[in-house]
């Protein structure tokens, strides 16, 4: 059974789209640089902001630093509140703690931005520790979930015991490079169709009642 859930952040816990799109907008103007159609922003929810840029844009990683520095200066004091917790998650997280689950997050999102977040929405409440990125950079997600799990003080037996929950092919495969499983949402629909699954999820869910009735039976 169960006993450590990993919460991705963006997608997962919170629709995340208006602040990143509004901000990615906001990065190239600033830069100079045609702004992508949407369907090209929406990729940018979930992977490394830097991997985003050099992959979906081809900008050089000069270009993608500079394009990470414009992109925060409006999500730190804006951007990250354009935001909305996804339904019924917040609830699904308290009830887990009052059986006595213990909850983390672990985004590649900037810690420094994550902790807000889960403040405004009320996750933080439930979180043994909410894991980010270090100021610069973004860490790939199997980066994060290493220090979750150094955070929780947790080793190589209590892998079986770990599950992590996210959007995005990046949640599953770095879960898996841990050594651990995951469980795929597809609340917000940013995931390409069969992206979760074929990327070795151990299920898919659409509500946080599926993942709840996930959790407790597994």
């Known amino acids: 059974m169960y006993h450590y859930i990993l919460f991705d952040l963006d997608g997962t816990l919170t629709d995340s789209k208006e602040g990143i799109l509004n901000c990615l907008r906001y990065a190239f103007g600033k830069m ?18 830097q991997d985003s840029y050099m992959r979906f844009c081809g900008f ?5 630093m500079e394009g990470i520095r414009l992109f925060r200066e409006r999500y730190a004091p804006i951007g990250k509140f354009e935001n909305a ?18 909850l983390a997050v672990a985004s590649s ?4 931005m994550c902790v ?15 894991t980010g990125s270090p100021p610069v950079g973004d860490w790939e997600k199997a980066d994060v979930i290493r220090e979750t799990l150094r955070r929780l003080g947790l080793t ?3 892998k079986p015991r770990v599950l992590m929950v996210g959007d995005r092919k990046f949640d599953v495969l770095g879960a898996r490079e841990n050594g651990l499983d995951c469980v795929g949402v597809e609340f917000f629909g940013y995931a390409a169709p069969g992206e979760l699954a074929q990327a070795g999820a151990v299920a898919v869910v659409t509500t946080a009642e599926e993942l709840e009735q996930y959790i407790l039976t597994h």
């Open 85 to 102: 917790a996804a339904p019924g998650m917040a609830e699904l997280c308290r009830r887990l703690k009052e059986r006595g689950y213990v």
């Open 32 to 49: 100079g640089q045609p702004v992508p159609p949407e369907e090209t922003l929406l990729k940018f929810i979930g992977p490394p902001l």
């Open 116 to 130: 807000p977040i889960c403040e405004k929405f009320g996750f933080a409440p439930s979180m043994e520790t909410i």
């Open 109 to 112: 999102k900037p810690e420094e």
């Open 156 to 158: 190589e037996a209590d």
């Open 60 to 64: 050089t990683a000069e270009q993608a």
